[in-house]
């Protein structure tokens, strides 16, 4: 090898990635956030791990922490927090009708989903555009006169 070759000093994790290790930190300390992520979670931890540790970070890792920490910023965002209120306040509208105007097998069925949607709501922050339809479609043939 030829000396002076590696003369320069590489940074540490810490000092390129200060900020996203203060705010990851900060995600995975939020128990109201976290516990609606399953595996998610583990993929962050084992993103910040690596950056504590000085392990290498790719440029898709770095997108991905930072995919997660605007998630979680947006999450707590007013604007988004006035919607999941409203689509909340939607589907569980269109679970008491349900409990009212359905019969038992086919309202079993539909309260489960409903309830499992509103958890969802409440944990992630979103629903899928299936579960959307699927509510749309729903609420479509609930009787005129509950609505």
């Keep these: 090898m030829k000396k002076g070759l590696y003369t320069h000093q590489l940074k540490s994790n810490y000092t390129k990635f200060k900020d996203e290790i203060r705010d990851l930190r900060k995600l995975l300390n939020d128990e109201d956030y976290c516990a609606g992520l399953g595996d998610y979670h583990n993929f962050l931890s084992d993103m910040h791990m690596k950056l ?8 898709n890792m770095h997108q991905k922490i930072i995919n997660g920490i605007d998630k979680w910023k947006s999450f707590y965002d007013e ?15 269109m679970a008491s009708i349900c409990e009212v105007h359905y019969f038992s097998s086919d309202k079993n069925y539909k309260l489960k989903v409903i309830y499992s949607i509103m958890e969802q709501i409440k944990t992630r922050g979103f629903i899928t555009k299936k579960q959307m ?15």
């Design 52 to 59: 504590v540790s000085n392990g290498r970070i790719t440029t």
């Design 79 to 93: 604007n988004e927090v006035w919607k999941r209120e409203k689509l909340l306040k939607k589907i569980s509208k």
């Design 133 to 147: 339809e699927w509510c749309n479609d729903v609420y479509k043939i609930m009787p005129k006169r509950s609505k």
